[in-house]
């Protein structure tokens, strides 16, 4: 759908993630799921101006940091199939 495919991660250490004030309590779920809807509403903003997608890379690190690998894969599943929930 976004014509982008998800940067490898990058070599070396990958620190956790900094306090997000949006989400201060020990359940990180909404943390989680509002770091992938960035980082895909980024990839495709960026897309569409014609400029790097660099930027979205902060987002990719901490959707991977934080999301369980089984709710990524469904989630990019299901924006292929067109039945994600999110507003991308």
């Known amino acids: 759908m976004l014509g982008a495919e998800c940067p490898k991660p990058c070599k070396g250490k990958w620190p956790t993630p900094p306090f997000d004030p949006r989400f201060p309590n020990q359940n990180q779920t909404r ?7 960035d980082y ?18 902060y987002y990719f690190r901490v959707y991977h940091s934080l999301c369980p690998i089984s709710w990524v894969q ?3 599943e299901q924006i292929k199939d067109g039945t994600f929930a999110g507003k991308i």
Not at 31 to 37: D, G, R, S
Request: net charge positive; aromatic share 10%.
């Open 40 to 57: 895909h509403r980024c990839i495709k903003t960026m897309n569409r101006r014609g400029k790097s997608t660099q930027p979205c890379e």
């Open 31 to 37: 943390n989680c799921y509002q770091n992938f809807l």
């Open 74 to 76: 469904r989630w990019k």
